[in-house]
């Protein structure tokens, strides 16, 4: 796991450099967990890119520590992959949906992540009609991506039955 080599947990900002666009965009705090959780979690081994590909552009992710110290790694997001020494490794769903969301803010990705931001904050209210109203909406947002990807329009991959788990726990 990265979070073997990395002090993932130290992390204090992050921000996504873009050198096609000269742009310097921080991730906001709450989202931070995003990126932390994913690259903590990544499994080296089963993550690893067998056939890392140079299609789509690369930007930078700045992961600025509490004592001061920084760690950089280069990011594709046309193939969700994140580069380190040691190789490409693809980065998870989540991750996708976020740094698309802040690098292309006009895209169908972006209004994703959106909406299941939206739908993850009102349900972690407390309020038990919000948090209805979160899990049908996290449970239409997954029936319009399997609409969607079943129909072969993308090649993407998501973690659908992930989400359709969650919503029968929530049920």
Do not use: H
Request: aromatic share 14%; net charge negative; charged share 25%.
């Amino acid at each position: 796991m990265l979070k073997d080599v990395w002090p993932i947990d130290d992390v204090s900002d992050i921000f996504i450099y873009n050198e096609r666009t000269g742009e310097k965009i921080e991730i906001p705090k709450e989202r931070q967990y995003v990126v932390t959780q994913a690259l903590a979690w990544t499994d080296l081994d089963k993550a690893r890119a067998l056939k890392p590909d140079d299609k789509g552009y690369m930007v930078t992710l700045a992961l600025y520590m509490q004592d001061g110290k920084e760690y950089g790694f280069r990011y594709n997001p046309v193939q969700n992959t994140f580069d380190l020494d040691s190789g490409q490794y693809y980065a998870n769903d989540k991750m996708l949906l976020l740094l698309k969301g802040l690098l292309e803010p006009d895209s169908r990705l972006a209004e994703l992540d959106r909406l299941l931001e939206q739908a993850r904050v009102e349900y972690s209210a407390d309020d038990s009609a919000k948090s209805t109203k979160a899990s049908c909406m996290i449970f239409g947002v997954c029936w319009w991506m399997a609409a969607i990807f079943t129909r072969g329009k993308s090649g993407l991959l998501f973690s659908v039955t992930y989400s359709f788990i969650f919503i029968m726990t929530v049920w």
